[in-house]
């Protein structure tokens, strides 16, 4: 586009992002996520927040890969993948809208953080929840994590709890705009590709909910050769978010290798069972989310 119309198409799309309400909550964005467009049929919108929306409370039809507004039915333009390079790294945009993301106006409204924003003195709610961005932590250090997840079916009616794996954790995020996780050894996927999710559960700050969303993956670079286990059901096992990995190995609670994708406060299918042994705990030890407490450690 050129540069006056450009300009004018960004002041346009600013001053509709500052008379909406703000409702925002963070999604993970890049070409190969389903609901990138939005989900109207036939309408790119470059302001999509569809699939930000949170989850709470619904059935396991709704939620799963966000079938509550369609998410799940609009799927990635042919040929686009998230590229996961095995034992090396990749990259996605966290923002509350797709307008702050390089896949909107050629990242003209992108900025540091997930508002669109370089916040250059920090963002810190000092104590407080932070509302605008609504982030949903009160400093980095209480932002709760979030995972990508993996399947080896190509077909998105194919994957359920038992086969999408828990495969990169990022603590404290969502933070800023960039998230970069790491790979493991993954196998390669079917000629089609496989099917990742991004998830994501606060901890606290707000309506005890949760985030799913949908991408078609792939493993490149040169894939190890051991399938995945089946994953197993996360429990809670300790209340220090932050645990060393060998403290989540010798703590007997913690449920090692292969975890299933964390949903939690729904109807029905939710994976993090009720444990006795977390309630008794701080209601804070009960937001479960993808960190030491589930006995997640960061990375690969
Ligand atoms: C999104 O919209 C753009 C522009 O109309 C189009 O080129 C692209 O194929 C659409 N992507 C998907 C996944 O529908
Ligand atoms: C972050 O916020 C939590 C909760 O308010 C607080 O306990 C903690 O001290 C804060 N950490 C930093 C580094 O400010």
Known sequence: MDSPLRT???LASILFLLVR????????WHKSMWCLNGTTPGVDNPNNREPGTPLYNLMYEDWWFHHINKCDEFPPAEGDFLDLPAN??????HATDRAFTSLSYDGGMAGVYIDGKDHLDGLDGEGECIKVPNIHAQ?????AGTA?????????????TDNLV???????????RLATYEVPNLPACPE??????????????GQPNMYMLGFRCRVTGEPGHLPLAAPQSPLYCTDDKAASESALRKNPRCVKGAKKFLSWQQKSGNTVPENEWANKHTALLQFPGYNARMGFRNGA
């Open 139 to 143: 400093n980095e250090s209480m932002a």
């Open 21 to 28: 309400p703000a409702t925002a909550h963070v999604a993970a």
């Open 148 to 160: 990508f997840a993996i399947s080896y079916e190509s077909e998105l009616s194919k994957v359920n």
């Open 8 to 10: 004018l198409t960004m």
């Open 192 to 205: 089609e590709g496989c099917i990742c999710a991004w998830g994501w559960i606060a901890e606290g700050c």
């Open 88 to 93: 090396g790294h990749f990259t996605i945009e």
């Open 166 to 176: 828990v495969f990169t954790v990022l603590y404290n995020t969502p933070w800023r």
